[in-house]
């Protein structure tokens, strides 16, 4: 190896372990509890209760309530709509979305594809309307699914979080790698292992998360 080239890789070793140790890091710890239940006509309500543990899991963070609303319009496509309550630090976030999801099946694998639009607006608990801390988002999401067993279904999936600006570039990423396991009929236990990078603030951040959620899905009611 000549010298010029020793030179550029000690450089970029260099450059690489700068920006590493400018970049903070955090390990937060999700815990959730859901309820789904399929409607008449293709439809689907769910909802979310979510805590959250931030500060390397020593902070509770605030909690998370979510609605949707999902359609099913053949065998490939859903719509979808969800709101969600945050309450954190004595403020309230509103947020709303809607996308649409187009599934593919090969095999053992599904692949899907889900394009969808954020907005939150801030608020004050005591003034929740008149905050114009507002912010957009467009988050297409791509995920793969697999049956381990009859039982057991692994995951994975890249979400990358564009802000709706001039700004082209991606604010952060959310990539989820997890499996769903039934323990009981209907009931599942879903662990999962998010890595989070951060571009949206002065100083890159990092946040590892560690998240457990309890599925319950409801049998359809029947029609006499």
């Given at each position: 190896?000549?010298?010029?080239?020793?030179?550029?890789?000690?450089?970029?070793?260099?450059?690489?372990?700068?920006?590493?140790?400018?970049?903070?890091?955090?390990?937060?710890?999700?815990?959730?509890?859901?309820?789904?239940?399929?409607?008449?006509?293709?439809?689907?309500?769910?909802?979310?209760?979510?805590?959250?543990?931030?500060?390397?899991?020593?902070?509770?963070?605030?909690?998370?309530?979510?609605?949707?609303?999902?359609?099913?319009?053949?065998?490939?496509?859903?719509?979808?709509?969800?709101?969600?309550?945050?309450?954190?630090?004595?403020?309230?976030?509103?947020?709303?979305?809607?996308?649409?999801?187009?599934?593919?099946?090969?095999?053992?694998?599904?692949?899907?594809?889900?394009?969808?639009?954020?907005?939150?607006?801030?608020?004050?608990?005591?003034?929740?309307?008149?905050?114009?801390?507002?912010?957009?988002?467009?988050?297409?999401?791509?995920?793969?699914?697999?049956?381990?067993?009859?039982?057991?279904?692994?995951?994975?999936?890249?979400?990358?979080?564009?802000?709706?600006?001039?700004?082209?570039?991606?604010?952060?990423?959310?990539?989820?790698?997890?499996?769903?396991?039934?323990?009981i009929k209907n009931l599942k236990l879903n662990p999962y292992f998010i890595w989070q990078?951060?571009?949206?603030?002065?100083?890159?951040?990092?946040?590892?998360?560690?998240?457990?959620?309890?599925?319950?899905?409801?049998?359809?009611?029947?029609?006499?």
């Open positions: 190896m000549n010298k010029k080239s020793l030179l550029l890789l000690l450089l970029s070793f260099s450059l690489t372990n700068t920006l590493v140790a400018q970049r903070t890091t955090d390990t937060q710890l999700w815990l959730g509890l859901s309820v789904k239940k399929p409607l008449n006509n293709g439809f689907s309500i769910s909802g979310q209760y979510r805590v959250r543990r931030t500060d390397n899991i020593s902070n509770f963070k605030g909690s998370y309530f979510y609605l949707n609303l999902e359609k099913k319009i053949n065998k490939i496509f859903n719509v979808e709509a969800g709101y969600r309550l945050s309450v954190i630090d004595n403020l309230l976030y509103n947020r709303y979305a809607m996308g649409i999801e187009a599934q593919v099946k090969a095999g053992n694998h599904k692949f899907i594809f889900r394009p969808m639009v954020q907005y939150q607006k801030q608020a004050s608990s005591a003034d929740i309307e008149t905050s114009n801390n507002s912010k957009s988002y467009f988050r297409p999401r791509l995920t793969w699914k697999t049956d381990f067993t009859d039982r057991i279904e692994f995951y994975a999936s890249l979400e990358p979080f564009y802000k709706i600006d001039n700004n082209i570039n991606v604010n952060w990423w959310q990539n989820t790698v997890g499996f769903k396991y039934e323990t990078p951060d571009n949206s603030h002065k100083q890159p951040r990092t946040n590892y998360i560690l998240g457990l959620d309890i599925e319950l899905n409801l049998k359809k009611q029947k029609n006499y």
